[in-house]
Structures are given as structure tokens and as C-alpha cells.
């Protein structure tokens, strides 16, 4: 495994604190030996259209930190063949795009903050960070892009968006420059591009198998009917074919609706089981025996006959639109003690399980275990709980860093070809171990993850090492 995070220590005032990422060896390395550069800010069109960040959840109150976890590791790269050419005063130049101002500006703000945690902790002398503003939008990347080949950069992290990495795609590939963009969209990545948001269809396949592994084999979607919705179904669909489950039930609801009782009720197959339950009833009344009134008495008080026909749930929504699903499922007797409900990263926030229907459900996340105590740090610099989505930022930084101080150590050239990028055994970071193949994909191990009223517990933990790819 190659490691890219191997310690490090901030000072806090007059404490410090190791963060818990695998250590192999300890750095110290100077706030001031990273030099961070920021330049003209590329400008967009008069009139220009505002992308939107799918997936940015709420944040949380902080946890009580972990302790530091040791493990030893082989060193990073290692086997990797490399141009030998000695480049004393030669700098690593990397780019850094970022929506610094426009609609998503305090986003791309979060993300500079954990970049610079990132050069402080793992950067080696000879390392720049070459920042650009997007604005948010294609345009604004597009421009910021051509700054940055002026630059002759070496690597690209960034952008946020799938427009913006689709716009600055032409750029990139014409100057030979890989791109590390923070999108979670498959449809962009290839030749070059890489994707490394955590997508939709990682966490579906995560925590499908691990359901289907405890026994929970008949799945019903309940799904946003937009993009992500969609793709949550097809990657399911797919995901279907010759495995170990099937979908028992598929119903698509309008996330712009207040009102979702109809579509839930559907779902439930809530009239089909309350009329079983009348003519059951009504049998039982027509038997008039001591049995038959034995077993009315325990029909008391229920409005369904039966559970649904299938063992689990996905809702793959969050926030305000989750908890108006949750506990409409319960309501229209989904019973989440009879079905567990299933979701995806979008519920990654304590406080979702002050809804009893919540409680006990699963869903698929990178491990909470480095995250917590980075997110402790990151509030005592910043004065504020980051979102989730700093973390690639932190981890996409400090794996350029360390290639690029790895070079620098054997006075070799900076090496950010895609046989560097795509070492199979991968690499680990905030988010745990993850890679990236050669058609752009990133692979992540997550964890299955439960909510308890305002608590996060790991139910079934991340892998640490991945298994080798078959060819």
C-alpha cells in the first residue's frame, strides 16, 4: 500500500495533536518551505449559468477525537520505474482549481483551508501550489485552465464541477496535463481525467452487498427522480445482474414536491396489504370459532396484514427530504424493525437519527475514524466545522505533495504520469485507502455506517488494503 500520509504534528496554541492517519514515518516540515501561489482570477461571461454541488452534506458537532492508529506500511511507490534526472532547482509546480468566489465561494473557500493543512503536514521545499478561481462555473474554469498551462503546471487538482472539469478538458489533454478534479461524475473521467468524488454508484454497490450478505436480499428503491436518482437505479440494475438480489419494488418520487404521500403510500403497497388484512379479517369473523376470535384479538390495532414484499429499503435522499420520507415509510407500515432502510453518504449527520424510523439503518461512507479528529483540528484553525468534502481536497493535495517530495528526495524527476497515479495498490488518506484506474474511475474503501440518535457507529469497517485487479 502506498502510503502518502505519514504523520504529522500541528501546534495548537501549546498543545499538539497528531492527527490518525497511517504513520510510517513522522515529517516535520515548516509552514514556510510550501510556497502558495494565487493568481489573476479567471473572469467569466456577463451572463453565465451557476453549477450546484450535489452532495455536500450538513455538518456536525464535533466528535471526541481517536486515538492515532500505527500501522507499518511499505514505502510509497515503491517499484515504480522513474526518469532519472537530477533537478536541484527545478519546482513542482501543481494547479489548484477552486470556486473562490460566486455562488459556491465558501465552499471552495473550506477547500483552500485543507489544502494549506495539507502543504503544512506533507510538502516538501521545492512544492507550489498554484491557485486559480473558477467562479463556479465552465466559463470561469475554462479561463482559469489556460492560466495555468501559461504556468506550465506539472498537475491539475480541481475543478469542483462536472461542467467545469468537461470545459477544461480540451485544455488539459492538448497541454498532456493530468487532471485530479474533485467530481463525482463517471461521464467525464477518461485520458487523463480523473474522478475522485465519492459516487453515487460506490456506495450503492457497498452497502447492497453487505445487505445481501446478512441475508437481506429483496431491495425496493425509492428514489429523487433526477440525475442522482437515476443513477442510483441503473447502477442497482446493473449491480442486479447475476448477483445475490433483486429489486422487488422500484417507485420514483418528485424532490421538489412537498407532499410525497401518495408516491409513499405506493411504495408501501399500502393498500393491497390493508385490503389483505380486511379479508382476513372478515374470514375470521365468518369462522366464528375460539381460534378465530383468538387470532382477531391479535389483529388489533394493525392496518396491514402482511410486510411488504421485500427485506430492505434504499432512500437514496438526505436532509429535510429524508426525514419526510422516514417517517412516512414508518406511518404506511414499512416497519424499520420488519425492512431496514438503506441510504447513501447524503445521511452522513448525527443528528438524522433523532428520527425513530432512522435508527438502526445502514448506509455507505468513507470510516469517520481520520475525519474526526481532522475535523477538530480544522475548527480550532478556522473557527468552524468544515464540510465533509474538504477531505479531498486534503487528501488530493498531500498526494501531490508526497510524489512530489518523493522525487525531490531521490533528485529525480517529478513523475505524475498515469502509472504513478494508477499504482494499484493504492493509497491512504482522510478517507481511508482509495486508487484510481487507468479509465479515470477512483475506487474507495467505505465503511457501512449506522445512525443512533446523534451518533455515527461503524457497523461493518472500511478495508484497509484493496484486492489486486484482475486483468
Avoid at 507499518?72 to 515504480?80: D, H, L, N, R, Y
Avoid at 404521500?261 to 374470514?283: C, F, P
Avoid at 394493525?302 to 432512500?315: C, L
Avoid at 438503506?342 to 439503518?361: C, D, I
Amino acid at each position: 500500500m502506498a502510503t502518502f500520509l505519514s504523520g504529522y504534528l500541528a501546534v495548537l496554541g501549546r498543545r499538539v495533536t497528531t492527527l490518525p492517519v497511517i504513520i510510517v514515518v513522522t515529517l516535520f516540515v515548516s509552514a514556510c518551505q510550501t510556497t502558495m501561489k494565487t493568481g489573476p482570477d479567471a473572469t467569466a461571461e456577463k451572463t453565465v449559468v451557476e453549477e450546484t454541488v450535489a452532495e455536500v452534506e450538513p455538518v456536525d458537532e464535533p466528535l471526541e477525537p481517536i486515538e492515532p492508529e500505527v500501522i507499518e506500511e511499505p514505502s510509497p511507490f515503491a517499484g515504480i520505474q522513474t526518469e532519472t534526472v537530477v533537478i536541484s532547482e527545478k519546482r513542482t509546480k501543481v494547479g489548484f482549481l477552486l470556486p473562490l468566489s460566486g455562488r459556491h465561494k465558501t465552499v471552495g473557500q473550506a477547500l483552500l483551508n485543507a489544502a494549506q493543512l495539507a502543504l503544512f503536514d506533507v510538502s516538501g521545499e521545492k512544492f507550489d501550489l498554484i491557485v486559480r478561481d473558477t467562479v463556479g462555473t465552465p466559463t470561469g474554469a475554462r479561463g482559469a485552465m489556460e492560466s495555468l498551462v501559461n504556468e506550465r503546471v506539472d498537475l491539475v487538482i480541481g475543478p469542483l464541477f462536472a461542467t467545469s472539469v468537461s470545459a477544461i478538458t480540451p485544455l488539459a489533454r492538448s497541454a498532456g496535463i493530468n487532471v485530479l478534479s474533485f467530481s463525482n461524475d463517471q461521464a467525464v473521467a477518461g485520458d487523463g481525467i480523473y474522478v475522485l468524488g465519492l459516487t453515487p454508484e460506490e456506495q450503492i454497490r457497498r452497502v447492497v452487498n453487505y445487505s445481501a450478505a446478512q441475508g437481506l436480499r429483496k431491495i425496493a428503491v425509492f428514489a429523487p427522480d433526477n440525475v442522482y436518482g437515476r443513477r442510483i437505479v441503473s447502477a442497482l440494475q446493473i449491480q442486479s445482474y447475476g448477483s445475490n438480489f433483486e429489486i422487488s419494488r422500484l417507485g420514483f418520487f418528485n424532490p421538489n414536491d412537498p407532499d410525497l404521500t401518495g408516491e409513499v403510500k405506493a411504495i408501501a403497497d399500502y393498500d393491497q396489504r390493508h385490503q389483505a388484512l380486511l379479508s382476513h379479517k372478515a374470514n375470521l369473523k365468518s369462522k366464528g370459532d375460539a381460534a378465530s376470535r383468538k387470532a382477531l384479538k391479535r389483529l388489533k390495532g394493525r392496518d396491514t396484514f402482511n410486510p411488504p414484499d421485500y427485506q430492505a429499503i434504499i432512500i437514496p435522499t438526505g436532509g429535510k427530504q429524508l426525514l419526510t420520507v422516514a417517517p412516512l415509510l414508518n406511518y404506511f407500515d414499512v416497519d424499520p424493525g420488519q425492512v431496514k432502510y438503506l441510504g447513501t453518504a447524503l445521511w452522513n449527520n448525527p443528528k438524522l437519527g433523532r428520527e425513530p424510523a432512522l435508527v438502526g439503518s445502514w448506509y455507505a461512507a468513507p470510516s469517520p475514524v481520520h475525519w474526526d479528529s481532522f475535523k477538530d483540528r480544522y475548527k480550532v484553525l478556522y473557527g468552524k466545522v468544515p464540510p465533509r468534502i474538504v477531505s479531498l481536497a486534503y487528501d488530493t493535495v498531500a498526494l501531490a505533495a508526497v510524489i512530489a517530495r518523493q522525487a525531490e528526495s531521490q533528485s529525480l524527476a517529478v513523475n505524475y504520469s498515469q502509472s504513478v497515479l494508477t499504482n494499484t495498490q493504492g493509497f491512504s488518506g482522510l478517507d481511508g485507502v482509495f486508487r484510481l484506474h487507468v479509465d479515470g474511475r477512483s475506487e474507495r474503501g467505505l465503511a457501512i455506517l449506522t445512525l443512533e440518535r446523534d451518533l455515527i457507529n461503524v457497523v461493518d469497517p472500511a478495508p484497509v488494503t484493496f484486492a489486486p485487479l484482475v486483468n
